[in-house]
């Protein structure tokens, strides 16, 4: 794992993400040269990498909303917290910084990319011991601070890991990069979400109370450990081949440079075109991203232990995850991102359907196993291809800005959104959520369908 760059290719044909050519038709690949993609090692460490980005997103939604509901915190109050997530929102706002501005000391020996990731990787560490050792129920608003800190510091790691990813493969292995990221990235939401329950459970005193904070300390000290394997792959992998940048001859050139270019450039090339990419790319996670904030009080209200959703999540949610997010890639080298895009929007409406239907089965830990699995293979396959798909947009000479752009906005509606999923819970139950959640990905099938039809623009050339 130290080549800067590929050394094998792909059968020379049309890029499967043509670079900014998303809707491009790519020439059919062969089967055994998309496989051989994941066996390098440029794919492996992207693996390893899409851990460390994966790992604290539930620790401040999903695993830290089961932990406030069972801490007696009321749903409402859970739903606005889940607003920490806008960081991730407005990372565009600071991408500029993270594209450009070097570390002192860090920078000059380990790189513009890997500084900034092990920076964000250090903040994210410390603000979850931070998490740890604060009870909610004694101070709720520490808790908010630390949770606000792992958001700002893995929005900042994935500005980086994105530069990263784009910069260290050639656009045909950019959706098997995507696929190894997501597949790596879903692992390790399945740690800190199955894992973290088990690990909670089983640090309970026998016989003790039914919240007990202990339990939960040990579940976050154990996810803070677990980031440093992205730390030790940040510092086991190479810095990607720089980019030559031009030197501004004052600070106004230079924000220039690194505030406007960027936005500019990907105006250029989409035109008016621009406005319907970047609205796909604002809703098309929004049924999953809405509905994500209540599926943890929901299995508590529904009485499934903290025991039972870590075993279904970590043995059918491994498995479904693994082969929807490698699934996901191969069919998008194959056929193409566009088409994978319509079929992820499709299945992930249609597992918020199930989720309505499991709310009538009661306690059925049978059903609970289908849906789960079902959730997970239709999330793999959707992040996979829209993973591809964002990175196709991207020039390579504003990797880290523009690609901040598109995630951001990815989330920005969605997040907001979900900040009142419990009070709409609260005021229409769990049914009527999640079917409202699943409809909300009826306009990004049309939208997907308008994006398909795009004349690709010419491809932007890099400063090697």
Partial sequence: MSDKTPT???????????????????????????????????????????????????????????????????????????????????????????????????????????????????????????????????????????????????????????????????????????????????????????????????????????YQQGAWQAAYLAMAASMLLGVATVLLSPEPVALVLKPSRNAAEWLKGALIEPFADFLRRYGKHALLILALIAVYRISDVVMGIMANPFYVDMGYTKDEVAAVTKIYGVIMTLAGAFVGGALAMRFGVMRVLMLGAILSAGSNLMFAWLGTRGHDVNALIFVISADNLSSGIASAAFIAYLSSLTNINYSATQYALFSSMMLLLPKFLAGYSGKYVDTFGYGHFFTASALLGVPVLLLITLASRLQAPPAPSATP
């Fill in 8 to 210: 094998s290719r792909l059968p020379l044909a049309p890029a499967v993400l043509a670079s900014s050519a998303p809707t491009a038709q790519p020439k059919k690949i062969a089967w055994r040269d998309v496989w051989r993609v994941y066996t390098e090692a440029a794919t492996l460490r992207m693996l390893l990498l899409g851990f460390s980005a994966g790992l604290p997103l539930l620790l401040v939604f999903g695993t830290l909303s089961f932990w406030l509901r069972e801490a007696g915190i009321d749903r409402t109050t859970i739903g606005y917290l889940s607003w920490v997530g806008l960081a991730y929102g407005f990372k565009w706002v600071w991408a500029p910084l993270v594209d450009r501005l070097p570390i002192p000391l860090l920078t000059r020996l380990l790189g513009r990319r890997r500084s900034w990731l092990l920076l964000a990787q250090a903040t994210i560490i410390t603000a979850l011991v931070g998490m740890a050792l604060t009870d909610p129920r004694l101070a709720l608003e520490p808790v908010v601070w630390c949770a606000l800190a792992v958001a700002f510091g893995s929005a900042t790691q994935d500005i980086a890991l994105d530069a990263y990813r784009i910069e260290s493969a050639d656009t045909p292995r950019q959706a098997a990069l995507a696929a190894a990221y997501q597949t790596g990235y879903r692992i390790a939401m399945i740690w800190a979400g199955a894992g973290a329950l088990w690990i909670a459970a089983r640090a309970e005193v026998t016989g003790g109370a039914v």
